[in-house]
């Protein structure tokens, strides 16, 4: 199954699926050392994005939180791509600095049909999100 | 997104990869926001500056634009620093930090960057038209833009602003553009508006009312340059505010009296800014106080040195301003009366980058709501009063 969304940044990537309901806060709300998420009570603390495809549905919190996404790209901890319901400047311009591959807007149904575990490819020069 | 052909062969790397990279971004961010093509912009405002908040990471990556030959094509003046960059020593701020901080700073100063290291660009020097396009980030001094001089500008990041100062370009959305300049909601100030605490207060309840909404504020009467930097700090700390607008104290207030048909009402009274003073003050015993947020103007200075001259202090008093103002003071002699009452008189940083804690720092005094905030954030003891109020409880 091949999902179609708006490239932001383009990269080709494949890895397995972590979906989070919540936004994403990179400054305070994940650990750039681990990759995982420490922000209490979200809905997927304790979880690691490390190498995964991590669907969310935007950015929150400080502006801060793009240099950490630079920051885990280095150490090798950041996520291989992330998919947004709708992504905003924070994670849009981390995806930038740091070459993380980002598509946005795909519909909703298909958003829906993304599970956590799910072996993902993608390809977002194309905007593309294939299902393996 | 439409590119000229010259935004193309900046793109495809014709004028080097720092200019690349920029472009890069500008395009993401102007293809994520639906802009229609990229804008000249008259300055930059970068910020993303101390090292408390961009950590090893932010500085590699600015120090990575350097090496791209990243530079400075249009004015660009740089946000407070987490140090005194000249008297880091006795401001009691780790070694290790120093260090690091440094490192920021040169690598600005590589790429063109005047390090000016405040957050009030606007009172030494950089005052945008208005009408004029400019890449602002700090959030006070975005709403200072916006609001008190007209000039347009979104909310930048520290990576946008300078992508911004290396391109000259900025992508064409949101408040660069007229139709999204209008206000959302009108709020009527019944409160009594006399010290600039008062107008911090205010901002700091609209700001929780409306969000990021625009307001259109009627019954400021006539603030000061002091109270209108103050207001839109608070403004931007508690909601997303990037710009407001003032009835007979803002340039675009006028023109938008006919927008204002249909809009929601909320009121603002003595009694919502009393909660939001009690909502930030718990009890301290022990105090910095902390005057400068956003960092003082002469006028601001002047008013302590006046209260402090030839007295003595019981409790440290920290005032943080810009270099050019510092400078001005200096030549008045309210540097060395506050300095003889055992006060300090710091540059290029403030309580809110300076890395506190390190600094064995537990509880502040702050005459700003925004100040007063970010403190609280900390997890630092926190009171708020007007200036005069904090300077007349430090003494002896």
Known sequence: MILRGRKVVGGYAEGEAL????????YGGVDPETGVITEPGHAVCGESIKGKVFIFPKGKGSTVGS????????????PAAIINVETESIIATGCVISGVPLIDKLDYDQIKALKTGMRLRVDADKGLVEIL | MYLTAEEERMLAGERGAGVAKAMELLVALGEVFGAERLVRVESAHVSGVSYKNLGEAGLEWLEEQASLGARAVIRATLNPAGMDMGRWREMGVPEE???????????????????????????????????????WAESSAICYANSVLGARTNRESGPTSLASAVTGLAPLYEYRLDENRVPGKVVEVEARLSDPLDYSALGFVTGKLLGST??????????SIESLKTLGAACATSGGIALWHGEGVTPEAEKMRQRL??????????????????KLTCEVSDPVTCI????CSLKEIAEVAGLVRGKELGRRIWVFTSRGVHAQAERKGYVRQIEEAGGGVYVDTCMVVAPLREMGWREVAVNSFKGAQYCANMGLGTRVASAERLVKEALR
Not at chain 2, 214 to 223: K, T, W
């Open chain 1, 19 to 26: 979906v989070s309901k919540d936004p994403v806060s990179f």
């Open chain 2, 97 to 135: 930090f120093a260090e690091g901080q440094r490192r920021v700073i040169a690598a600005f100063e590589a790429m063109g960057v005047e390090p000016t290291c405040t957050c009030t660009p606007y009172l030494v020097g950089s005052v945008p038209r208005q009408g004029s396009q400019v890449s």
């Open chain 2, 261 to 278: 048909a249909g809009l929601e009402r909320v009121t603002v009274g003595d009694r919502d800014l009393e909660e939001a003073k009690k």
């Open chain 2, 214 to 223: 625009v307001p259109y504020f009627r019954g400021l009467g006539r603030p």
């Open chain 2, 292 to 295: 400068g947020c956003p960092h």
């Open chain 1, 67 to 78: 240099y950490v996404i630079y920051r885990m790209k280095k150490l090798g901890t950041a």
